[in-house]
């Protein structure tokens, strides 16, 4: 049952550090990401979002170590107890597996705990990514949609600007049919009005 136990006490282990370590590269991603941001506003909110992580990290980290030191520190003071009573070796074997069984059952169940507590912090640390992936997706179609008004833009104002050119050129040619318009007209009356002239 004990070697049982610590195989248990060994993989709960094994994945604590496993899921340490990709908190540990999940914040770094979203530290890189933030860092990268080009609006201040979301580069602080991002970076704040991390601290956070990072506070939570550390608290993992150091529930996990207490866990640890109370589990050792109770396993020594059993050692020492058996040590110190001496009496009848077979009820205090009996004992000792009794307590020793608990012990490590305590342990797993807090390392299991601390595990579900890394998980958690994966998962979150997952869900910021996807949503950090998402506002950079949006922001990039954001992007891409202004590049291409600002291209309709400028083709509407040469459009514009053409048209402008050819109204003034419309008018000076109205002006000059009228000017040439009215310059016969006065020279007709005056042929008929005045034909000697």
């Not at 529930?63 to 520190?73: F, P, Q």
């Not at 291209?151 to 509407?156: A, E, M, P, R, S």
Request: aromatic share 4%; hydrophobic share 40%.
């Amino acid at each position: 049952m004990a070697a049982l136990q610590d195989v248990h006490v060994r993989i709960c282990n094994q994945e604590i550090v496993k899921f340490d370590l990709e908190v540990k590269a999940l914040i770094q991603d979203l530290e890189q990401s933030a860092k990268e941001q080009d609006k201040e506003s979301e580069k602080q909110l991002l970076l704040q979002e991390v601290e956070n992580h990072k506070k939570q990290l550390l608290s993992n980290q150091t529930s996990w170590r207490k866990a640890n030191l109370t589990c050792k520190i109770a396993i020594d003071n059993l050692e020492k107890a058996e040590l110190l009573q001496g009496g009848d070796l077979l009820r205090q074997r009996k004992t000792t597996k009794e307590s020793l069984a608990q012990t490590s059952s305590a342990i797993t169940e807090s390392l299991m705990g601390i595990s579900r507590m890394m998980a958690q912090q994966v998962q979150q640390s997952e869900e910021a990514m996807q949503s950090l992936v998402t506002s950079s997706r949006t922001i990039l179609d954001a992007n891409e949609e202004f590049k291409s008004m600002s291209g309709t833009i400028q083709l509407g104002r040469k459009l514009i600007t053409k048209y402008n050119r050819r109204e003034l050129t419309d008018k000076l040619l109205i002006f000059l049919a009228l000017a040439l318009f009215l310059a016969t007209v006065l020279y007709i009356v005056k042929k008929r009005l005045f034909p000697f002239l």
